[in-house]
């Protein structure tokens, strides 16, 4: 089975608080997304990356950024972290546009 | 632009039918279905592709209107296991390259015995 794992289940930080949310898959996927998750918006994309050092803006990036160092791994940062970017955070990892989405178990993230 | 679902909620009689659409401003490429439960990842259900290809589980089915750019998932003989969240999520383009898909805000099904 495919499997998407994330750093923290549950993290809470301080507004300006530089923030690392981490997301391996196990596949060996190309394609990983970044998605944040709020009550009665759905799924909203940050960032994905293709291929390894490389990304693209998704729906909403401001205020955030990625790194994908390696194939498996990719960090979504959170610079100075403001309390508008409380949410659940999810990670997804697919082979493309073709093949579903495997998604990780999220980060609930609180920034007081 | 984020795809439009409707309806936002559905409560339904366990072995009662429901249709979820979903509909979107832009050309797509495809449309991919997932359900997710309280606290729980979404999980997949169906991917829908431009030119007819479909791909999910056997007890699900769905239809994609190109030309109207929207979407249907079709829940037949509900069971309770089948609450939750369903979101689709659409990607455009030509399907050639990388790109992330645009969700709806997601409809919610609940199944009462």
């Known amino acids: 089975d495919v499997k998407v794992t994330q750093s923290s289940r549950y993290l809470v930080k301080r507004t300006g608080e530089k923030v690392f949310l981490e997301c391996v898959q196990d596949m060996d996927h190309e394609n990983m997304f970044w998605y944040r998750q709020d009550p009665g918006l759905g799924l909203r994309l940050i960032y994905f990356s293709y291929d390894v050092k490389m990304k693209e803006k998704g729906d909403i990036p401001e205020g955030y950024s990625v790194s994908r160092e390696k194939k498996e791994r990719f960090s979504l940062i959170l610079e100075s972290a403001s309390t508008n970017q409380t949410s659940m955070y999810l990670c997804?990892?697919?082979?493309?546009?073709?093949?579903?989405?495997?998604f990780g178990p999220g980060t609930r993230l609180t920034v007081t | 632009q984020q795809p439009v679902q409707s309806p936002q909620a559905v409560i339904l009689r366990e072995g009662e039918d429901a249709v979820i659409n979903c509909s979107s401003s832009k050309a797509l490429y495809s449309v991919h279905w997932y359900r997710q439960k309280h606290g729980e990842a979404p999980v997949f259900l169906m991917i829908l592709l431009k030119g007819g290809e479909q791909k999910g589980h056997e007890k699900i089915s769905a239809s994609f209107n190109e030309k109207k750019q929207q979407s249907s998932l079709y829940l037949t003989a509900s069971q309770l296991s089948y609450s939750g969240t369903y979101f689709c999520g659409t990607a455009g383009g030509s399907g050639g390259g990388a790109d992330g898909l645009t969700f709806g805000k997601g409809t919610h099904l609940i199944i009462q015995p």
């Open positions: 997804a990892s697919s082979l493309s546009l073709r093949w579903e989405q495997y």
